[in-house]
């Protein structure tokens, strides 16, 4: 299939014309990336957005793939001699792996089986006489192949041999794989069952212990479950059909007549599907399934991850901050506007020392002496005791916020290499503070020194194809870093590298020459930098912002490449650029169809007004305080009944997991999400938003806490009022949701 068959494949998908989906592969094969296809070349593919351009580039990508393998398994069976033009048209026309396999598999080498014992026996043609089933007396001619030479000593071993190669070429006929999958899909049950003796040991999986579902009514969250229990020898898992019903698929594609042959026949069925087709059925089933299982919870990730990453940031602030704990004491940091490190100390205002004097001493000191606007302190242990501390000193100026901020993998970025190179003569303690007060100035600057994986907001992520995940999250890291733009003069190497084009390699380079020769006076000066080429540039520079460079336009998202319109605006009203930038009245006089060319039109020139009007804004949402309730610090402390203020930490399939401040999250689950029936937790709950909580059940002992947001304002920021409806949710899925919670699942 030539590639423009394949263009037509993915438009005819996407429902998009295929000239937009070719303009786009074209981009993406000369090496342009995904932001700067959607961001700056709108013109060449017709606005399309982020989505669609990333899943052009994967469905051209799968579909290229496909092709490779369609061309490797013409050739094998052409080097066989067994190519037919007919086999060759089914080839061609086989629109999914499956099929291709499907296909394949009768010429595909295999290892020694019943079969090929049987032909070697010569017992082939029997076989395929039995197939025919127009011999009434099979005895006589079974007699014809009694060789003991070649070890057939009867005519009963004669025909056994036959039904083994009978059994092998039902177990490889297409058609026959294709109807028995379609039967798997729609009726197969998945059950699970424990290992007699491991009751204990998989406690956490006794949910499971004995399961039985429709296999595709299963959800993502309880297939990743079940399946991390069978992969801890803790349960056995199988995926069945009624065998009459295969049968039945089978006897029908085969048997044409009765007698002697079709009993042979029947009792190939039999065996064949027993031992060839059902096993390799299930096991495909048991991929398909896991690959979806892996989507689903792949996605719920990179939404998870997307949302923490454009967290609202702080911003340029002075900043103390905390890394709390009792014995070991609180770990404290003062950074300035750019996050640069400027003091640290240890306070013991918490048992056993409780230095309390002192500490407040230290603060006070700390806050005056650094001219400190806000305070963060890390949600880990000890955090509300810390919270009520600094809050209780009388006279800390109450202008200075207080915000707890989440630690999720400030100890991972504590102990990896680019907090080693950054702060190598201070401990982990200094690091660990360092970064929590940066992610509360800026989440997605700090984050990105981080594995996405350990940052905490996944769901199976460890159970998961992890080449799958991995590629998954860099692209939401690269939107993320791209749609807010970097500002050239500050950004970390590990920031830079994300950004369009550039690379690690390009970002370590673009740091050094910056080390070495000051910041950047205009975005053109990067072409100083060591291999950074005229296609790089073209790629990244958009994205990079310089606040106070040499051209006016460098701190916005206008690309080099376009400052000629800009400038040619500014000329055609007698004014500068600051001008146009400054002066709303100047820009509306300005008619943008003046400026359309064969290769700018519209979309790029409203994308350049909007610029004018707010230069390299931040995309993000404003900064808003949060607290949590000032008598609640512990879960001994919940009640059933409170209404309390809480953070989504994760949004699961099955519902959200939401921080009060007791140390331990609580599990809304999807049915208590909303009045309304909510089919995709994404859609009610973001992870970092502000929510209002009731609780409903709190189990001490095993630190469970349920809670639901059902009720009036149940969402600090979208206080509407719930419309009544009655919503059917199986009790299953809240009793797998407590058992992930109980193992700590995704957690």
């Not at 020694?112 to 014992?117: G, H, L, S």
């Not at 809304?668 to 009610?684: A, E, G, K, M, Y």
Request: charged share 30%; proline share 4%.
């Amino acid at each position: 299939m030539s590639d423009v068959r394949l263009f037509f494949k993915i438009a005819d998908d996407l429902n998009i014309d295929t000239k937009q989906v070719t303009a786009t592969v074209n981009l993406l094969d000369e090496g342009a990336t995904v932001p700067f296809i959607s961001r700056y070349r709108k013109e060449v593919t017709g606005s399309l957005d982020e989505v669609q351009i990333l899943t052009i580039k994967t469905e051209i990508e799968r579909l290229r793939q496909l092709e490779q393998r369609r061309e490797s398994i013409l050739k094998s069976i052409e080097s066989q001699g067994k190519l037919t033009e007919e086999l060759k048209e089914k080839i061609q026309e086989a629109d999914t792996l499956s099929k291709l396999e499907d296909l394949y598999l009768p010429y595909k080498p295999k290892r020694r089986t019943k079969a090929t014992v049987a032909r070697e026996k010569g017992l082939e043609p029997l076989a395929l006489l039995i197939l025919e089933q127009q011999t009434k007396e099979l005895f006589p001619e079974a007699l014809k192949f009694v060789d003991k030479d070649k070890g057939v000593e009867n005519p009963e071993e004669a025909l056994q041999g036959a039904r083994d190669i009978i059994a092998e070429i039902v177990s490889e006929e297409a058609n026959v794989r294709e109807s028995l999958r379609q039967l798997f899909k729609r009726s197969a049950t998945i059950k699970s069952r424990v290992i007699r003796g491991k009751e204990e040991e998989g406690e956490k999986f006794e949910d499971y212990f004995e399961w039985q579902e429709k296999l595709m009514n299963c959800p993502s969250h309880r297939m990743l479950a079940m399946r991390r229990g069978e992969k801890e020898d803790i349960l056995i898992i199988d995926i069945t059909v009624e065998d009459e019903e295969a049968h039945d698929i089978l006897t029908k594609h085969f048997i044409k007549s009765r007698g002697e042959c079709a009993e042979q026949i029947t009792e190939a069925i039999y065996d064949g599907y027993k031992r060839l087709l059902q096993p390799s059925i299930e096991a495909e089933m048991r991929l398909l399934t896991k690959q979806q299982a892996d989507e689903k919870a792949i996605q719920v990730f990179a939404e998870n991850l997307r949302e923490l990453l454009l967290a609202s940031p702080l911003g340029q602030k002075r900043i103390l901050a905390l890394d709390p704990g009792f014995k070991s004491g609180c770990k404290l940091v003062a950074l300035d506007a750019q996050g640069k490190l400027l003091e640290e100390t240890v306070i013991y205002p918490h048992e056993p020392q409780r230095r309390v004097t002192e500490a407040e001493n230290i603060i006070l000191a700390y806050a005056a002496k650094h001219n400190i606007e806000a305070i963060a302190i890390g949600n880990g242990t000890a955090s509300r005791e810390t919270e009520q501390f600094i809050r209780g000193i009388d006279v800390l100026p109450k202008e200075i916020p207080v915000i707890v901020v989440s630690e999720a993998g400030a100890s991972v970025y504590s102990a990896s290499e680019a907090a080693r190179e950054e702060f190598g003569e201070y401990d982990l303690t200094v690091r660990g503070a360092v970064s929590i007060g940066r992610r509360l100035a800026d989440p997605l600057a700090e984050l990105v020194k981080i594995d996405p994986k350990s940052i905490g907001v996944g769901q199976y992520q460890h159970d998961v194809d992890q080449v799958a995940l991995k590629q998954k999250l860099d692209d939401v890291v690269m939107s993320c870093v791209n749609g807010v733009g970097v500002e050239l003069n500050t950004a970390s190497k590990q920031l830079l590298s994300y950004v369009s084009g550039i690379g690690e390699t390009l970002a370590k380079n673009i740091v050094e020459y910056r080390n070495e020769n000051g910041p950047f006076k205009s975005r053109r000066a990067l072409l100083e930098v060591p291999r950074m080429g005229e296609k790089v540039f073209e790629q990244c520079s958009g994205f990079l912002r310089i606040r106070d460079g040499v051209h006016p336009l460098d701190k916005s998202a206008v690309h080099p490449e376009s400052y000629h319109i800009v400038e040619k605006m500014a000329s055609d009203l007698g004014c500068s650029i600051d001008d146009l930038i400054r002066d709303k009245e100047t820009r509306k006089k300005i008619n943008l169809n003046a400026y359309v060319t064969d290769t700018v039109g519209l979309p790029t020139l409203k994308d350049i007004m909007s610029e004018l009007e707010k230069p390299g804004r931040d995309p993000r949402k404003s900064f808003e305080i949060f607290s949590f309730d000032e008598h609640v610090h512990e879960i001994s402390d919940l009640r059933e009944g409170m209404r309390l203020p809480g953070i989504v930490t994760n949004v699961t399939n099955f519902g959200a997991f939401v921080d009060v401040g007791v140390h331990q999250d609580g599990l809304v689950h999807i049915s208590q999400l909303s009045d309304t029936f909510v089919d995709d937790p994404n859609t009610v709950v973001k992870v970092g938003q502000k929510v209002w909580v009731n609780v409903t059940e709190v189990d001490v002992k095993r630190k469970r806490i349920a809670l639901s947001m059902k009720g009036e304002g149940v969402v600090a920021s979208r206080k509407q009022p719930a419309q009544k409806q009655e919503a059917a949710y199986d009790p299953n899925d809240m009793k797998s949701a407590l058992a992930a919670l109980k193992g700590k699942f995704g957690k």
